[in-house]
């Protein structure tokens, strides 16, 4: 599943919500999280921790941030092994070597022993990927595992998280700006927009007949983000949660808004088999609840 949408739509915050690990602040209102069937938001703290890498595995954004600047990579995928696995010190050493080959580290062993800061962009986030791995999850969450790499690296990442998915047999849930990007990975869509899902669809059927404005315009700017994030195609940028009022949320970039769009919610509602759409112009039905 590619979960998609511009920066600020809250791409990172749905994410985090799988594995609960939402900031502080941030409460679910409704809905249900299922782990391999463990109700997430139910589930005790401890359990909480083994899901996350045992059933879920998390690439975060930012690789400088995510490794420890003063540990060797190999020490941390061996820790990462360890708390996993609850192996030993020589079979988490081996175990970690054997990760980072499968990622693609090449000289593994000089590699284990280098610091953060001696690998280039491409490398931090594969070793990450392989302490992502140490705990054999059979989901992975990737939130834009690319977007701090140049353009050949950011290839050779999305064909290593697929050959991995192929593999590994991983669920993957692909988060990302780039619409283009997450159709090499996936099988299946989430359009999202100020905080809520606009559209899902079988990436083909996204492709070739986009049904939110909004996903339409995604599509046309596919190309590429213009500066701040803001897509070419859709003139100001997505709202913040203050600003969200009674009407759909896309409507003051949209088109097509008329009076009734300024007025009420549009719900998300079935536009075929395996498709929703939040958009009146597929469907008369309110958000309940405004
Ligand atoms: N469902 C939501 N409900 C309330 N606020 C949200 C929601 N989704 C996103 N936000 C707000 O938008 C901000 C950006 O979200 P984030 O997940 O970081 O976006 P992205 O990863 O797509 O750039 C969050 O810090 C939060 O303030
Ligand atoms: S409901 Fe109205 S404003 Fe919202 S996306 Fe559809 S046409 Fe545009
Ligand atoms: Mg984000």
């Given amino acids: ?8 739509c809250g791409k990172t915050l749905t994410a985090l919500a799988l594995v609960r690990l939402l900031p502080d ?3 679910i209102e409704r809905g249900a999280v299922r782990l391999a069937g463990e109700d997430v938001l139910r589930a005790p703290e401890a359990r909480m921790s083994q899901l996350r890498g045992e059933v879920a595995g998390f690439l975060f954004q930012e690789p400088s941030r995510a490794l ?3 540990r060797s990579v190999g020490a941390q995928v061996t820790e990462a092994a360890r708390l996993r696995r609850r192996i030993g010190r020589d079979g988490a050493a081996r175990l970690a070597c054997e990760l980072l080959r499968e990622v693609g580290l090449e000289g593994e062993v ?10 280039s962009g491409g490398e931090r986030q594969r070793a990450l990927l392989a302490a992502a791995l140490a705990g054999d999850p059979r989901l992975l969450i990737a939130d834009e595992p690319t977007s701090a790499l140049d353009t050949v690296s950011q290839r050779q990442m999305v064909e290593l998280i697929r050959r991995l998915r192929e593999e590994r047999g991983l669920t993957l849930l692909f988060v990302s700006h780039d619409l283009s990007l997450v159709g090499h990975v996936v099988e299946r869509v989430t359009v999202l927009y100020a905080g809520e899902t606009v559209e899902t669809a079988g990436r083909d059927e996204l492709f070739a007949d986009p049904r939110h404005p909004y996903s339409r315009a995604l599509l046309e ?3 590429g983000a213009g500066a701040g994030g803001v897509f070419p195609t859709v003139p100001g940028a997505v709202s913040r949660p203050g600003e969200w009022g009674h009407g759909c949320r896309f409507a003051p970039r949209c088109a ?3 009076e009734r769009c300024r007025r009420a919610r549009p719900a998300l509602t079935a536009a075929g088999p395996d498709r929703t759409v939040r958009c009146f112009l ?3 039905e309110e958000e309940p609840g405004g």
């Fill in 1 to 8: 599943m590619g979960v998609v949408g511009e920066s600020g």
């Fill in 25 to 27: 602040a941030a409460r």
């Fill in 68 to 70: 420890n600047p003063v």
């Fill in 110 to 119: 000089r590699l284990a022993r280098s610091y953060p800061h001696q690998l």
């Fill in 221 to 223: 700017a596919r190309a």
């Fill in 256 to 258: 097509h808004a008329d």
């Fill in 282 to 284: 597929a469907s008369d």
